[in-house]
Nanobody, 120 residues
């Protein structure tokens, strides 16, 4: 099995910054991609940013220029640096991994979520 564990959420004032981390562990053959999704109160879960094993990144329009996704492949860890945070960024942020547990067996995995609150 594969586990994704997030950390780094919390309360921050508008305009502030936070850095989220997500470490994948367990039976991992290789990682195809990892990323972050978020779900605000009463809203659907939306993609925030993703990064592939080759380093290609993709961002939602609402975070472009403010958030940066990066990874440490050696540690199976992905980061989300969030800057210029707005109250509308308030949400539970979920780590996502598209991971091969064994050769030929790729499936999605989710973390438990870490809450981010942007408020003065």
């Amino acid at each position: 099995q594969v586990q994704l564990v997030e950390s780094g959420g919390g309360l921050v004032q508008p305009g502030g910054s936070l850095r989220l981390s997500c470490a994948a562990s367990g039976t991992i053959f290789s990682i195809y991609a990892m990323g972050w999704y978020r779900q605000g109160p009463g809203k659907q879960r939306d993609m925030v940013a993703t990064i592939t094993s080759g380093g290609s990144t993709n961002y939602a329009d609402f975070v472009k220029g403010r958030f940066t996704i990066s990874r440490d492949s050696a540690k199976n860890t992905v980061f989300l640096q969030m800057s210029s945070l707005k109250p509308e960024d308030t949400a539970v942020y979920y780590c996502y991994g598209n991971i091969f547990g064994r050769p030929g067996e790729r499936r999605p995995y989710w973390g438990q979520g870490t809450p981010v609150t942007v408020s003065s």
